[in-house]
């Protein structure tokens, strides 16, 4: 054995290094997928989807006969007239062109003297008030939502409530036709409708200063 060594050692060959191969990486992919999915699915299934909230908007008939429309008093209708420039025009009682009503100017601006939402409150002021003691009573005494909305609709629809004609021109703003709206659900206006602007507002519309 040692000459074996010796003869090995003094051959004088030199050794060649030998290089270990190179390997690619490759990472599976597989449980990554799968991974997704699965937390796709879990936040799918308990994700609360935002529901659309509408509004209901009554609409009058055109073709109803005038015996069969639902008559209402003078003193509890107020009509809000939109036209240009954000300007609100509004009266109570009905369209008469014999006796053209008293106009009054208002605004959408809560912190103006003549804001259409004060208005508003202070002929609804009555249903309003029941509105507001009838949410403070069901967060006391644990109410459905079925249930509140249910006492709030009731309480709009009393008789000695107030009655909302909304009358939007060519020359008003989609945006504040919107606004009105929202005005009907925030003064708790259960009774109200969209109707068109009559000649004889159009007249004082015209002759109504800013």
């Not at 605004?107 to 949410?135: C, D, G, P, W």
């Not at 929202?182 to 003064?187: A, I």
């Not at 259960?190 to 002759?207: C, H, M, W, Y």
């Amino acid at each position: 054995m040692a000459e074996v060594q010796q003869q090995e050692q003094g051959s004088g060959k030199k050794h060649k290094k030998v290089r270990a191969k190179k390997t690619s990486t490759h990472i599976d992919m597989t449980p990554m997928v799968d991974l997704a999915f699965l937390l796709l699915t879990f936040f799918m299934l308990t994700t609360t989807f935002s529901r659309p909230k509408t509004m209901e908007i009554n609409m009058p008939v055109k073709d109803a006969k005038e015996e069969e429309q639902q008559k209402v008093a003078a003193s509890q209708t107020l009509s809000v007239l939109l036209t240009e420039k954000d300007r609100i025009i509004w009266y109570m009682g009905v369209d008469d062109p014999a006796l053209p009503p008293q106009t009054n100017s208002a605004s959408f601006s809560l912190a103006s003297v003549n804001s259409i939402h004060k208005v508003l409150l202070e002929k609804n002021q009555k249903v309003y008030n029941q509105v507001v003691e009838l949410r403070k009573q069901a967060e006391k005494d644990g109410w459905s939502q079925d249930t509140l909305k249910a006492r709030i609709g009731r309480a709009k629809a009393d008789k000695k409530g107030l009655i909302v004609l909304i009358k939007s021109d060519d020359k008003a703003r989609y945006k504040n036709l919107v606004d009105i709206l929202d005005e009907m659900s925030v003064c708790a206006i259960g009774r109200f409708a969209i109707v068109d602007v009559t000649p004889s507002e159009q007249e004082l519309i015209k002759n109504t200063n800013q």
